[in-house]
């Protein structure tokens, strides 16, 4: 009998450290796999600041010298940029901290879930601004331009400033997806 209970004692210490390590290399793939989804946002956010900022010297020659829009203009559209460029450094500086990761998973998820909040409400910035932009950039091209060449710019303008919107909407759901994947990460983790 007291074989026996030997025995048992020792599958369950056996059984008991399996769980332990089962565990801790749960751990390491949600921490992994967290820290790889932080990397993607953080590339992003590089891509698009650098976009940005490329944008701004790139708008004087396209606006100013190229089509002779105002300076205006072209200082409203840096601006933009300019709070892009914020906005992608400001909200981007979370997944940045190489701690967040390692520490507790919970600080983590409210970390992220923070992120990503601001990231959704920024459309209700970027939105507008663009449709601003938009309108003014189409009225001056308006004033400069022939009705024949208007004829033939308005459709080009139109088209890519879809594109533009179609490309921006397909990077920020993306983003999102990244979020949404490290919040869920940590609530499977958290589960019994």
């Known amino acids: 009998m007291d074989y026996e209970l030997d025995e048992m004692r020792q599958q369950m210490a056996i059984l008991k450290d399996k769980l332990e390590k089962q565990t801790i290399v749960d751990d390491r793939?949600?921490?992994?796999?967290?820290?790889?989804?932080a990397s993607t946002i953080n590339k992003r956010y590089l891509v698009i600041s650098i976009i940005a900022l490329a944008m701004i010297p790139y708008g004087y020659?396209?606006?100013?010298?190229?089509?002779?829009?105002?300076?205006p203009l072209w200082i409203a559209s840096s601006v933009m940029m300019l709070m892009v460029v914020a906005f992608c450094f400001f909200n981007g500086r979370a997944m940045r901290d190489p701690?967040?990761?390692?520490?507790?998973?919970?600080?983590?998820?409210?970390?992220?879930?923070?992120?990503?909040?601001?990231?959704?409400?920024?459309?209700?910035?970027?939105?507008?601004?663009?449709?601003?932009?938009?309108?003014?950039?189409?009225?001056?091209m308006a004033q400069k331009m022939e009705i024949e060449d208007l004829k033939l710019f308005m459709p080009f303008f139109i088209i890519c400033?879809?594109?533009?919107?179609?490309?921006?909407?397909?990077?920020?759901?993306?983003?999102?997806?990244?979020?949404?994947?490290?919040?869920?990460?940590?609530?499977?983790?958290?589960?019994?």
């Open 29 to 37: 793939v949600i921490r992994r796999a967290i820290k790889h989804s």
């Open 61 to 71: 020659w396209a606006f100013v010298i190229l089509n002779g829009l105002s300076i």
């Open 99 to 140: 701690q967040l990761a390692e520490g507790n998973l919970h600080d983590t998820m409210h970390q992220v879930a923070t992120a990503k909040r601001r990231d959704a409400n920024w459309l209700w910035i970027g939105i507008p601004m663009v449709t601003a932009w938009a309108v003014w950039v189409g009225w001056e």
């Open 161 to 192: 400033l879809v594109a533009g919107i179609l490309i921006g909407l397909a990077v920020h759901f993306k983003t999102q997806r990244h979020y949404r994947d490290i919040i869920e990460q940590i609530e499977d983790s958290e589960k019994p």
